[in-house]
């Protein structure tokens, strides 16, 4: 009896350790790519002048906040998910938020450094 309660106990664990990995993978994946996505925007806006900078500044400002939306995001829907799939369908509809945040903040920074 008290190798069947040890043996139950053992599967216990590596279930809940299991399922701490796919939840760290989606969240780790993801959060890689929301980063992927505000470096990749911040490379393309020059900041070689101080009118450009000023432009580069508020862009930055403004991916920084959807960035960290995007992680509050992820990490809810990691957390309410009951499976690694679930997860990642969730949270890459966050990926897409962020993205669209990106081409809006992109678009506003060429017409900023096109007008100082």
């Known amino acids: 009896m008290k190798v069947c309660a040890l043996v139950v106990l053992l599967v216990c664990c590596i279930a809940q350790n299991a399922s701490a990995d796919w939840r760290s993978d989606v969240k780790i994946s993801h959060y890689e790519h929301i980063n992927s996505i505000v470096n990749d925007t911040l490379r393309r806006i020059p900041n070689d002048s101080p009118a450009n900078k000023r432009c580069y500044e508020e862009a930055r400002q403004t991916l920084r906040t959807a960035s960290f939306n995007g992680y509050s995001k992820v990490d809810a829907c990691v957390r309410e998910a009951s499976t690694a799939g679930n997860a990642n369908v969730c949270a890459q509809k966050v990926d897409t938020e962020v993205f669209n945040v ?14 100082p």
């Open 102 to 115: 990106s081409l809006e903040v992109s678009r506003a920074a060429r017409a900023c450094v096109a007008n």
